[in-house]
């Protein structure tokens, strides 16, 4: 009997504990607009970029063929446009090219992303993943993508992320 109650009380400890621990997990992104306006502060709010834009692009194949790729453009923080280096020196946004390797690269340009032949969305509202603004945050850009299947990215594209 005292064994069966030793395991009961176990059974309720465990519970307690599992349920104690969840916890509803909401993204932190205040870091993410600081250090953008520590960028801004230390550095420029507008240079040669600030009407260009930031393309990642991604090798789809082994031959340099097919790329994957995303533009960024008209970067603000609190209402005021600043320059997409300001984001290219945060780790979402390349590390300041730190992040580029042989398959993927991150690289500033001072087209915007239209020109270098993006299409997608002109919405700021993208979400709340770490590289995709959110309003809420007071730092916002928008985004644009080109892909081997739906849009292919332009020659263009793939020379101004440095492929």
Known sequence: MNLKLSKILLIIIVMTVGVGCIKTKKQNRSGLTALVLNNW???????????????????????????TG??????????????????YNTIPGGGGG?????????????SNCSSLGFTGTTNTNLGSSSQRPDPSDEFTFKMYSCDPNNNPC????ITASGF
Do not use: H
């Not at 502060?41 to 790329?67: C, E, H, P, W």
């Not at 995303?70 to 984001?87: L, R, W």
């Not at 332009?154 to 594209?157: F, I, M, Q, V, Y």
């Open 41 to 67: 502060a230390n550095g420029k709010a507008t240079d040669k970029y600030t009407n260009g834009s930031l393309v990642i692009m991604s090798r789809a194949d082994l031959v340099n063929q097919s790329f």
């Open 70 to 87: 995303q533009c960024f453009d008209t970067f603000t923080t609190k209402g005021i446009v600043v320059s997409p280096s300001n984001y």
């Open 98 to 110: 730190a992040l580029n390797t042989d398959l993927k690269k991150y690289s500033l340009s001072t």
């Open 154 to 157: 332009t020659r263009a594209a």
